[in-house]
T-cell receptor, first 115, second 116 residues
């Protein structure tokens, strides 16, 4: 079974609107962290936001917020006030407490922001 | 420090040739990772070093692949007898033990390998 599932291969959003990118995960480890990375066409993975399994509040970083629903095993990324520069691939990833620190990535969602 | 650096950025090689990639992590980071990313997929874990010790290797890392981190600083990834299926982006990432499993991993810009 896939550990990280991103069901949206592509998403479109109008500039200045909000968009939600979906991510569900599967783990039996009580200790884990969920990460979102942005990958523009240049190829570099850029860290956006982190949510720990024991965190009581949803993480926020500027225009990025993470809608963490632990019982449903979902960790959706919300981007508010989309900008043209947000157009990129977005990857959800998980690091499990007993995983020797490696990240497991989903297949990604290609976000296109339209003017 | 300017972040994780990878060299070369692009490599085109003929099938059967050997190639070597280099990764320079952020200087204070003692953990280093190699990932492989094929078109339309997320990165897949290849191997992981803590200081100079290689602590885990993925099943994806066949006998033709070898990675080193001789002094716990830069790392090299060598692919021997390259095959067309090796064509991919090879990403290096680093972080530090003090962050535990919550540490943010910083990625380089990757080396794009094309085997012709």
């Amino acid at each position: 079974a896939q550990k990280i599932t991103q069901t949206q291969p592509g998403m479109f959003v109008q500039e200045k609107e909000a968009v939600t990118l979906d991510c569900t995960y599967d783990t039996s480890d009580p200790s884990y962290g969920l990460f979102w990375y942005k990958q523009p066409s240049s190829g570099e993975m850029i860290f956006l936001i982190y949510q720990g399994s024991y965190d009581q509040q949803n993480a926020t970083e500027g225009r990025y917020s993470l809608n963490f629903q632990k019982a449903r095993k979902s960790a959706n990324l919300v981007i508010s006030a989309s900008q043209l520069g947000d157009s990129a691939m977005y990857f959800c990833a998980m690091r499990e407490g007993g995983s020797n620190y490696k990240l497991t990535f989903g297949k990604g969602t290609l976000l296109t922001v339209n003017p | 420090d300017t972040g994780v650096s990878q060299d070369p950025r692009h490599k085109i090689t003929k099938r059967g040739q050997n190639v070597t990639f280099r990764c320079d992590p952020i200087s204070e980071h003692n953990r280093l990772y190699w990932y492989r990313q094929t078109l339309g997929q997320g990165p897949e874990f290849l191997t992981y070093f803590q200081n100079e010790a290689q602590l885990e290797k993925s099943r994806l890392l066949s006998d033709r692949f070898s990675a080193e981190r001789p002094k716990g600083s830069f790392s090299t990834l060598e692919i021997q007898r390259t095959e067309q299926g090796d064509s991919a982006m090879y990403l290096c990432a680093s972080d530090f033990t003090g962050g535990g499993w919550m540490a943010e991993a910083f990625f380089g810009q990757g080396t794009r390998l094309t085997v012709v």
